[in-house]
């Protein structure tokens, strides 16, 4: 027995609460407002569109089925629409109610989508509905399928779905039926028109691509063609992207033309730019003949790549992306950075550029571009400022720089990073101002910045008083404004009890593990109460096995971690992995991972730890703590915390006063 998806049982259905005691209308009244929306229908138009799935000749075979995108719009375009085999469909649904126990909200759903399915096959001039179509049903399609079954209007499929796994119903204890994945259709893309196959995508990888990539560089890329005039497309220089590949393949005097090639196999995607459509861009097969010296460089890349043991999908991807640039631009001379780029954002998926470039300038055949190169965090504050009216920008130009280390104090600059953190603070509390018509900083007053604290609570109340107390500092110190509003302003300090985990939640934490990389890291935050930038800062030459330490290096500071059972195990397995993968890799740090392997910049790995702990239902931060907090109730001594996990005193305190409050009371007076 199945029960199908999108139905329940009678005893689970809500109860019904009519009456003038809850509020809502009685029966006789929601009985009354159908007549009123019959009434509304009949007078209405007919609501049939001719242009929405118009029937075909009965009989009629297509060369291949057409996926649809079916909504409950559609549904209202053919809402008066004669269709055979309706009233039977209806009729059966209310059979099919009784049986399961569903009420009439849920039965005018189900006789949309009947509707909607039964459209379909005449669209496709069929006399049953194929069970394909169910797929393309936006809900309750299972439903469906079994009213089609009773009424005998489905045609199902040969073989038949088989679950890949038994899974619980949410409502009964019996299994449920699965169906299994959809299957590869063909169909045309939104956007280029050109033939594809896919499960349930509009648009063809490329497409995508494309798209993506200028939605990155311009928020506002969509609009009409220049060319084929059609509206909401992603644009590049004014043009889509198929006239931009029409153009580069039929050259620049089709540019004036209005319509473009029919494709089969969803085309590669077009050129860059249309200064050089005339053209084609270089795909494998039609590669120019490699000269000496580039068949040199691709012999040296080879034997790197052999030599540092790269993996099938990495090294095919290197090695394409180095073949096209040196078929068609040389290797005799430097390859410029932005080229690469270029080729790289055309066709992600087939070529990799970061680790080319790293190839390519540890041989000096590079020309760096500085503007890609540039902090990422600044090109967004860049982006910000430039949003802002003139002066308000200016005067926070000069405290980026002030705080940047460039003003006229000298002091230790902050970086990029930790200003864009100031600045998610900070930007609400402008948008405000800027709403009240504040045009310079300098009409800030002491009650503003009141108001601007006292629209948070807490801890973010806290941070806007650091920002702005920040801000009106330095331009106060670098003469912009006369008078500091925040001076004299003073913010209790927030002493928040560290949270504890329950030990039912912490049993099996090391179970979510999925490899030795992993458990490693659970194990120094679990165990040893690391931070993400204690363990990413983690160099090869800090873990000592042999004396079973471990170096925490910390600014200013070192703090030696002595190695239990359990960690020495885990270290151990991870450093056999680390060399078992990366055995030639020259980056220094403890915790490394493919790209960082190989990256010559010998950069520490990134913020991938919030990841391995998402399966425990816990935070790192939240395990670290309750680490520290559990050593807290065994030793009631700040200095065994301070010495154990190299923390300072008022962290080691507030830990003891969380766990131990009953020491920390005033006597009284």
Known sequence: MFLYYGLAPTHAQPLRKYGSRTGRTGTDQRERLHWVEHLRAAAAPTRDDPAVLPPTVPGQLPLFPVRRMLSIDVCR??????????????????????????????????????????????????????????????????????????????????????????????????????????????????????????????????????????????????????????????????????CRWHVANYGPGDIARFGTQLWLGSPVPAPTSLRHSDVAPPTPRCLPTLTDSAERLLADLDSVMKQEMWSKVPATKTRNTLTVLVSWLGADAPLVESDIRALVDNRPLKFSGRRITQFLETRGLLIPDVEFRRDAQQKRLEAELAALPERIAQELSVWIKAVRGEGKWEHTGRTYRSIARYWHVLDPILKGWLANGIKSLREITQDDVKRAIATRKGTPARSVHIVLRNVFRALRQEGVIFRDPTRGLVFAGINKTPPSVPSDRLAGVLSHAQNDFQRFVMVLVCVHALSGTDMRHLLLTDLDLSRERLIVRRSGKRHIIYLDELTYRCASAWLRERHRRWPVTTNPHLLINRWTAVDTTHSPIGTTFTAIFRPTGLTMPTLRQDRIRDEAFEVDDPLHLMRLFGISSQTAMRYITAAHPERTAKLPR
């Open 77 to 242: 375009r053919i809402l008066q629409r004669p269709l055979a085999g309706y009233r039977d469909v209806v009729e059966h649904t209310a059979a099919f109610a009784a049986d399961t126990g569903i009420g009439k909200p849920m039965q005018r759903k189900l006789h949309e989508m009947l509707r909607l399915a039964l459209a379909v096959r005449d669209a496709d001039g069929d006399d049953l509905v194929d069970e394909l179509v169910l797929d393309d049903i936006p809900n309750y399609g299972r439903s469906v399928r079994a009213i089609l079954l009773r009424a005998e209007m489905l045609r199902p499929l040969p073989e038949p779905r088989e679950p890949d796994r038994p899974q619980r119903s949410r409502t009964s204890r019996t299994t449920r039926r699965i169906w299994a994945p959809r299957a590869m259709t063909p169909r045309s893309c939104q956007q280029c028109d050109s033939w594809f196959t896919a499960k349930t995508k509009v648009t063809c990888e490329p497409c995508s691509s494309f798209a993506a990539r200028k939605r990155g560089k311009s928020p506002a890329s969509a609009g009409a063609c220049d060319r084929c005039r059609r509206v909401d497309l992603p644009l590049a220089d004014g043009y889509c992207r198929g």
